[in-house]
């Protein structure tokens, strides 16, 4: 199958989870998502990022977004890992985790890269938004841990990105200046930003942070 890129329809599917049967899109209703997989079960990397999501679960809640993990290992393998994930993260795990067996769901977002493992799925992350589009993808090795403060900052980006003529510069956070758009003119700017803003050059205007709509 052909690499899925930014822009492009997330593949729907179904599939067996650690709480039951799922569609995709009807898991994520109107709102945002997070899928990213896992190399497998009962492996240390892993055992600390599902802990991770699982803590900043609220966080992702207030962004509107659902979290779905994935790994090529069995139902009941998920059910004892997400106990040792419980219990050595002190957490609870609270959001379904793929069992992806057959490797249906791996290889329709293309999570098996064959130069890296020819069985086991790569840290692949995919944020698709609520017209069920793929907005941001990012791979990282089996052997790096993924920074989920990093995910939500480019969700808080995407989101406000996506309803204001705004771009986010280097290392933004939530709150700081951004940029305002090439496409708009100094005079819809004054409109569109009633805080104002500054011309560093033509091409490099900051201007507060908008409201999210």
Known sequence: MSTLRLGDKA???????????????????DGWGVLFSHPADYTPVCTTELGTVAKYKIEFEKRNTKVIALSVDGLESHKGWIKDINETQNTQ????????????????????????????TVRSVFVIGPDKTIKLIITYPASTGRNFDELLRVIDSLQLTAYQKVATPANWNQGQDVVISPSVSNEEAKILFPKGFTEVKPYLRLTPQPVSK
């Open 11 to 29: 593949p729907n599917f179904q599939a067996q989870t650690s709480e039951g049967p799922i569609d995709f899109y009807e898991y994520l209703g």
């Open 93 to 120: 795990v609270n959001f379904p985790i793929i069992a992806d067996e057959d490797r249906k769901v791996s290889d329709l977002y293309d999570m098996i890269h064959p130069n890296a493992n020819e069985t086991f």
